[in-house]
Nanobody
Framework: QVQLVESGGGLVQDGGSLRLSCAAS????????MGWFRQAPGKEREFVAASWSGSSTYYADSVKGRFTISRDNAKNTVYLQMNSLKPEDTAVYYCAASRLVGVATTSYNYWGQGTQVTVSS
């Protein structure tokens, strides 16, 4: 069982930056794929970024070059650094964990409660 708690969301202006954090419980954090997803009002939850258990990362095209996912296995924490934020990035951001390698929401077994990110124009 893995429990995930996100933090770091908030209100930021167009072009600004935020860093989200996700703290995970459990002793086997390093073997999990960690992902970030987001869901805007009236839209489906969508993939943002993922960090495989090694050092590989993968990003949605919409955030590539602006967002960076990283993880600190010693702290059981995964981060999402978001730069050059746009109003269309406004959403609830969720952290998720999986024993699989993938970008589909169905691949992820564990989810955090979400943190709101709002980008004003």
């Amino acid at each position: 069982q893995v429990q995930l708690v996100e933090s770091g969301g908030g209100l930021v202006q167009d072009g600004g930056s935020l860093r989200l954090s996700c703290a995970a419980s459990g002793r086997t954090f390093s073997i999990y794929t960690m992902g970030w997803f987001r869901q805007a009002p009236g839209k489906e939850r969508e993939f943002v970024a993922a960090s495989w258990s090694g050092s590989s990362t993968y990003y949605a095209d919409s955030v590539k070059g602006r967002f960076t996912i990283s993880r600190d296995n010693a702290k059981n924490t995964v981060y999402l650094q978001m730069n050059s934020l746009k109003p269309e990035d406004t959403a609830v951001y969720y952290c998720a964990a999986s024993r699989l390698v993938g970008v589909a929401t169905t691949s992820y077994n564990y989810w955090g409660q979400g943190t709101q990110v709002t980008v004003s124009s």
